[in-house]
């Protein structure tokens, strides 16, 4: 999205979750500029300007597709579109890439999020990390693997490259979706413009659930990670 052109991204009268609100003002700033340069505050009456903007598209279009790897395997994705625009308008890509099986595990909040986005003018992408949900493979051995980062990277790319992509591509995510937001950004590739880490840190061992100050921490979501990829796929791939 080229700069002192971004959408605007809240509607009259609705109060958006934490999440929208601050990933909105970030991708209004940042999607189009140079990778990661910090975006300049937006003056009180901008704001306003935001906050009050309608939707720009009224109907969405939800696709899933596979999204090929270089070893082969493919990750399963559900695109959320905005429909009703010109004649090969091309948007800018927002990426939230999770193991928490976007077919059962987040569906009932996924179209919430990803909806409000499309509405004004962006793509979204809900992908399954490798060997989690739908996407094929096997589980990486441990959270945040160079494994999930590299299929990471490719996905990034492989967004920025399709045809109704303007080749700007944003993360986020809150807690792995925010980890990994921050890791895709330090490895710097080019299509990612912008990213939105919530109750996240580039603190792995300080920071993170499993030793916070320090502190050994283990309750049911380690339970929960280790049982998950015994449970079947959805019943489409069956």
Request: glycine content about 8%; overall charge negative.
């Amino acid at each position: 999205m080229p700069a002192g052109k971004a959408r605007t991204l809240f509607s009259r009268g609705k109060a958006a979750p934490a999440l929208i609100a601050s990933l909105a003002l970030f991708a209004v700033s940042s999607m189009g500029r140079a990778p990661f340069a910090a975006a300049p505050a937006a003056p009180p009456a901008a704001r306003a300007k935001v906050l009050a903007s309608p939707p720009d598209y009224p109907t969405i279009r939800v696709q899933e597709l596979f999204i090929p790897m270089q070893d082969g395997v493919r990750l399963a994705a559900g695109l959320f579109m905005p429909e009703g625009g010109k004649p090969g308008e091309k948007f800018p890509v927002l990426l939230e890439y999770l193991p928490y099986r976007k077919d059962d595990g987040t569906a009932a909040r996924d179209y919430g999020i990803h909806s409000y986005f499309v509405h004004r003018g962006y793509v979204t992408a809900r992908v399954d990390i490798r060997g989690t949900g739908r996407s094929e493979g096997s589980p990486p051995d441990r959270e945040y693997s160079d494994r999930e980062q590299e299929d990471g990277l490719q996905v990034i790319d492989w967004l920025s490259r399709q045809p109704w992509s303007n080749g700007n591509v944003g993360m986020f995510g809150i807690s792995w979706g925010g980890f990994n937001s921050i890791q895709h950004a330090m490895r710097r590739p080019p299509a990612l413009k912008a990213i939105l880490a919530c109750d996240a840190t580039e603190d792995l061992f300080q920071d993170d659930v499993h030793y916070p100050d320090g502190l050994f921490h283990f309750d049911e979501y380690e339970i929960s990670m280790e049982v998950q990829p015994a449970i079947s796929p959805s019943p489409r791939q069956s």
